[in-house]
């Protein structure tokens, strides 16, 4: 069974970094590339960024809300992915997800995790 | 970035109701339009990629439909677990957006 775990989540003041797994099961993790999505209380979805294959390159795209301050990384040893969030600021709070992609399709999403940012 | 909008922001359906949502995108996404189901305290659930394609296990009565900048979902006879939140999201280009959801609730 295809599967993605999130984790590390929880309450941090502003300014301060944060870093959440994604730990994956049921696949070959290095077949795909993983997303990182958001969701705000009582808000819509957002997306955060992505990161391809290693076959691609292992680049990274990311939305301009985050962009300078995330970074994802992956490894593919561990099926783990990586969400580094640094100077966090209130409004990163948000449920954040993560999900494997195929074919430009985020599919097998997690329970995700919350992050609150908050002094 | 690709401005996405939904039709109705939301509705009220009877079970065994047919179900209509519509998507359109501010510029052609040819046809890479996903659709997510979610419910309350729930991670979204992929139900339609690449604006028609069927996600393994997802009940037949969701379909999807559309190219360019108008899309459709579909829900043939609406069930009583289908009452959730409903959104598409475009995967052309970065940075991928999601339309704002149209609920789906209980006449």
């Known amino acids: 069974e295809v599967q993605v775990v999130e984790s590390g989540g929880g309450l941090v003041q502003p300014g301060r970094s944060l870093r959440l797994s994604c730990t994956a099961s049921?696949?070959?993790?290095?077949?795909?590339?993983m997303s990182w999505f958001r969701q705000a209380p009582g808000k819509g979805l957002e997306w955060v960024g992505f990161?391809?294959?290693?076959?691609?390159?292992?680049?990274?795209e990311y939305a301009a809300s985050v962009k300078g301050r995330f970074t994802i990384s992956r490894d593919d040893s561990k099926s783990i992915a990586y969400l580094q969030m640094n100077s966090l600021k209130t409004e990163d709070t948000a449920v954040y997800y993560c999900?494997?992609?195929?074919?430009?399709?985020?599919?097998?999403w997690g329970q995700g995790t919350l992050v609150t940012v908050s002094s | 970035d690709i401005q996405m909008t939904q039709s109705p922001s939301s509705l009220s359906a009877s079970v065994g109701d047919r179900v209509t949502i519509t998507c359109r995108a501010s510029q052609s996404i040819s046809s890479s339009l996903n659709w997510y189901q979610q419910k309350p305290g729930k991670a979204p659930q992929l139900l339609i990629y690449?604006?028609?394609s069927l996600q393994s296990g997802v009940p037949s009565r969701f379909s999807g439909s559309g190219s360019g900048t108008d899309f459709t979902l579909t829900i043939s006879s609406l069930q009583p677990e289908d009452f959730a939140t409903y959104y598409c999201?475009?995967?052309?280009?970065?940075?991928?957006?999601f339309g704002p959801g149209t609920k789906v609730d209980i006449k």
């Open positions: 999900t494997r992609v195929h074919s430009s399709s985020p599919e097998s």
């Open positions: 049921g696949f070959t993790f290095g077949d795909y590339a």
């Open positions: 990161i391809r294959r290693k076959v691609y390159g292992g680049t990274t």
């Open positions: 999201q475009q995967s052309y280009s970065t940075p991928w957006t």
């Open positions: 690449a604006a028609s």
